[in-house]
């Protein structure tokens, strides 16, 4: 059974840093592509990173570039997210998501639970 298991959210202060994770089972993780995204009342659902099969990486939202980095271990099934410089606009559930192929970023079949990420201001 797909499993994605988000983990590493909490409170960061202002300009302070954090690393999401991201733990995958049921599947074989280095096949598909995986993405993040994050949910607020005030946004809703927006995408923040992709990453394919390969470590290629198609995709970053405008308001993370240069402060977030997607990465995947591929040997220990785990998805990350890098985020440094936070501001109080990165609030939101992250969701970590599962690709249904491998070089396709915007198609999704299961999703994780999510992790709160709470930046102070």
């Known amino acids: 059974q797909v499993q994605l298991v988000e983990s590493g959210g909490g409170l960061a202060q202002f300009g302070g840093s954090l690393r999401l994770s991201c733990v995958a089972s049921?599947?074989?993780?280095?096949?598909?592509?995986m993405s993040w995204a994050r949910q607020t009342p005030g946004k809703g659902l927006e995408w923040v990173s992709a990453i394919y099969r390969d470590g290629t990486v198609p995709y970053y939202t405008d308001s993370v570039k240069g402060r977030f980095t997607i990465s995947r271990d591929n040997a220990v099934n785990t998805l990350y997210l890098q985020m440094n410089s936070l501001k109080s606009e990165d609030t939101a559930v992250y969701y970590c998501?599962?690709?249904?192929?491998?070089?396709?970023?915007?198609?999704?079949?299961?999703w994780g639970q999510g992790t709160q990420v709470t930046v102070s201001s």
């Open positions: 049921g599947f074989t993780f280095s096949n598909y592509a």
């Open positions: 998501a599962k690709g249904s192929s491998g070089s396709n970023w915007g198609e999704y079949d299961y």
